[in-house]
């Protein structure tokens, strides 16, 4: 474990240790008034040596940038982007499961950030899709890291994964893995999100969510691969038809074509908790899925706040905490 104040490569100056595993330490890191991510591996052969590669040729705002890599007395030590979010793990955390158009929203994103990896010259396999590993920035846009287990598709796997969303094939000795191994993922990311249980339940996910999204994900969660999607851009296309078909998505909206810093569009911002917005300033809108969207920003320290609505129509009171997912909250001041 490095300490604070330790410098790597005579200018990554280690300012924290963000996470710390069996595998790897990661820390935040600074050179040259820049902010960085500094991930140490301790078994540099094999599961490591795919990350920095997958990261030089990335060219995808859902993917964290590469910047260095370079073997040190600590270990194989990979440079990366800092970048600014709280992960759908601690919003989960924090907050609970989440209104099923948010949740589609997100499944969008991260489908897109997937079929570009499954669909490069040599197809990538995240192999640990999980809330953990899919950031949110304060623009709403989604950023998937972690390729500490990533393989080339077609692969040899060596089997790990995060237990409640690995893949039944990533639990067997040298078996394949392809994309149908990260939709698995997708699914159940998608599943514990809705529900806030990490074992699947056909019966508890369409008490949540309609049940042409609870088809999906159920779709995604198969056993046997053959009976999953079959690539990213078929799961994509049944999502838009079922997006629109309930909640008036607009997902040419929610596309995001640069770096950029923009609002992310969304029936359901996620809901605060009491520490965000005081009893007496929160407001609740009944929202109209065929025809609201929303535009929202997170503010430090995961605190939600909608700064703008468009297009919709509504009642407005005043209401006490714990309103169920039907309603929205804003900020009145």
């Not at 998608?190 to 042409?212: Q, R, Y």
């Not at 074509?257 to 965000?276: G, M, R």
């Amino acid at each position: 474990m490095l300490k604070p104040g330790t410098i790597l490569k005579g200018k990554y100056l280690i300012c924290e240790e963000l996470a710390h595993s069996r595998m790897s330490d990661v820390y935040a890191a600074q050179s040259e008034g820049k902010n960085y991510v500094v991930k140490v591996h301790h078994h540099p052969e094999g599961v490591a040596v795919i990350e920095p590669e997958v990261l030089k040729k990335a060219v995808h705002q859902g993917i964290p940038d590469f910047v260095d890599v370079f073997s040190d007395t600590e270990g194989y030590v990979l440079v990366m982007s800092r970048i600014e979010g709280v992960t759908l793990e601690q919003i989960f955390q924090e907050m609970g499961r989440q209104p099923e158009a948010l949740v589609m929203d997100w499944g969008r994103q991260l489908c897109e950030i997937l079929d570009y990896l499954h669909t490069c010259i040599k197809p990538v396999i995240h192999c640990d899709v999980n809330p953990a590993n899919i950031l949110m920035k304060p623009d709403g846009g989604l950023v998937l890291i972690d390729f500490g287990i990533a393989e080339t598709a077609g692969t040899k796997y060596t089997g790990y994964g995060t237990v409640g969303y690995a893949a039944p094939e990533q639990y067997i000795a040298q078996s394949t893995v392809d994309v149908r191994t990260d939709i698995f993922g997708w699914g159940m990311t998608m599943f514990v999100l809705l529900t806030g249980s990490k074992t699947f339940d056909a019966k508890l996910l369409t008490s949540v969510c309609t049940n042409e999204f609870a088809g999906i994900i159920t779709k995604c969660v198969q056993t046997s691969p053959e009976m999953r999607y079959c690539s990213c851009a078929e799961l994509m296309s049944d999502l838009v038809l079922c997006g629109t078909k309930h909640h008036g998505l607009l997902h040419k909206l929610f596309a995001r074509k640069s770096h950029a810093a923009q609002p992310v569009s969304s029936v359901h911002p996620p809901i605060p908790s009491e520490q965000c917005v005081k009893p007496e300033k929160r407001v609740t809108e009944k929202l109209l899925y065929d025809s609201n969207v929303r535009i929202a920003v997170i503010e430090p320290e995961t605190k939600f706040r909608v700064i703008e609505s468009l297009s919709y129509k509504s009642s407005t009171e005043t209401i006490p905490f714990g309103a169920s997912d039907d309603t929205v909250y804003m900020d009145s001041s």
